[in-house]
């Protein structure tokens, strides 16, 4: 099929599974158009079937806010035209369902008719689009979506909870190519993190408030009082300063790291020993996921979609949010006895299975394939 997808360029979340399932499916022989506002940043090579068309947005000083989602619906519009698209996916409601809708609109008036499937990632539902500015446009994108996913059924429970929605949600959850993780390092370079006996403790994310950084370093503050570990912190945001100011003041500096954001997140996560991830709200966990899979077990809060995931005591352990004394324990529980250390991390990857993009590509292409035989005739 000929398939435009819309995402968010950036590190993290929703771009990531969106980039990765573009590959996948141009890998399976599908043609895929990339439409955002920069090449994604996975998407490293463009191939025979990969296009990617970018937004551009010009400047002009009237405007106080540029207005994306007008040349976005505009691009969508020429792409689907010029490329014979016939199914569009946005991911992240916020402003790609809309201005997908206004694509469908606009294409709609020339007799093309174009079914359009949004899936929902998280922080479109839970922190951004429940805001009341934002509230109505968001319900109507939804309930005007051909198609709606969810990466997880917490994900869906939340949106039928905070929004007034007449579609059906499908929940589709995240995924991970675990074939591109069986790497055979012999050697992870472990050494330029840490010394042997020590354990190296990791968190990835965007830094943004809802992942509770200064936990992140709280329960790192507790393990290192009583093992010898290190800190690996990977990732940009508005948390991070105050996150080294936290170190500094705890006395740890010496012991973490902060990396900045990676393309190597599977280098990092191959020396690591165990993963932080107290957020305070996830949908699914897509970091946590990443770890796993790299044989890495995970200790986090027990927001959202997160225990969909991390399997308690089996994959490593949940804990309320907040609960910082509890998460050091469990944390210690896990890295003190190098048996029960094997035992997680076994377990972990073991876990991580169930979410091969091999189980969750063909739930999208079920997904194309019944949005485009049953695609709603707009005029009518
Ligand atoms: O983690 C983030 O804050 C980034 C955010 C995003 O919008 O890309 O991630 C969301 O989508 C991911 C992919 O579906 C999920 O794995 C994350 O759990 C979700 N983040 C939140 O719900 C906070």
Same mark, same amino acid.
């Given at each position: ?143 005007? #979506? %051909?198609? &709606?996913?969810?990466?997880?059924? !917490?994900?869906?429970? *939340?949106?039928?909870?905070? =929004? ?88 740890? #500096? %010496?012991? &973490?790291?902060?990396?900045?954001? !990676?393309?190597?997140? *599977?280098?990092?996560?191959? =020396? ?109």
């Amino acid at each position: 099929m000929k398939i435009a997808i819309v995402c968010y360029p950036t590190f993290g979340g929703s771009g990531v599974v969106a980039t990765e399932l573009g590959i996948a499916l141009a890998n399976r022989g599908h043609e895929i158009h990339f439409v955002t506002y920069k090449q994604p940043v996975r998407l490293e090579l463009l191939s025979a079937n990969i296009h990617f068309h970018e937004v551009n947005v010009p400047e002009y000083a009237l405007f106080h806010y540029q207005p994306y989602e007008l040349a976005l619906s505009s691009k969508l519009v020429d792409t689907v035209k010029m490329y014979g698209i016939e199914v569009l996916h946005v991911h992240y409601a916020i402003p790609h369902a809309y201005a997908g809708y206004m694509a469908k609109q606009m294409l709609a008036k020339e007799g093309i008719y174009i079914p359009m499937i949004t899936t929902l990632h998280g922080t479109d539902i839970t922190l951004v689009g429940k805001h009341p500015f934002y509230k109505p446009a968001v319900t109507f994108s939804i309930n005007e #979506s %051909d198609v &709606v996913t969810a990466v997880s059924e !917490s994900l869906k429970k *939340d949106t039928l909870a905070l =929004f007034d929605i007449k579609n059906e949600i499908e929940v589709i959850p995240n995924f991970i190519d675990t074939k591109k993780y069986a790497h055979d390092y012999t050697d992870c370079q472990r050494s330029l993190m840490a010394k042997d006996h020590e354990r190296i403790v990791t968190h990835i994310s965007n830094f943004r408030k809802v992942k509770r950084i200064e936990d992140v370093v709280a329960v790192f503050h507790k393990i290192q009082a009583r093992i010898p570990a290190k800190l690996v912190m990977v990732g940009e945001g508005p948390e991070r300063e105050k996150a080294e100011i936290q170190c500094e003041a705890l006395g740890i #500096s %010496d012991k &973490v790291l902060f990396l900045g954001n !990676s393309n190597e997140i *599977d280098r990092i996560l191959c =020396f690591s020993d165990l993963f932080l991830l107290p957020s305070e709200s996830e949908s699914f966990g897509l970091a946590a996921l990443e770890a796993m899979v790299n044989e890495v077990p995970v200790i986090s809060s027990n927001a959202g979609g997160i225990p969909e995931v991390n399997i308690h005591g089996e994959t490593g352990f949940l804990s309320p949010v907040g609960a910082v004394d509890e998460m050091a324990e469990n944390a210690l529980a896990i890295l003190q006895d190098p048996e029960v250390l094997e035992q997680f991390k076994k377990r972990a990857v073991l876990a991580a299975q169930k979410f091969d993009i091999t189980n969750i590509l063909p739930l999208y292409e079920n997904v194309y394939e019944k949005a485009f035989v049953s695609r709603k005739t707009l005029s009518s």
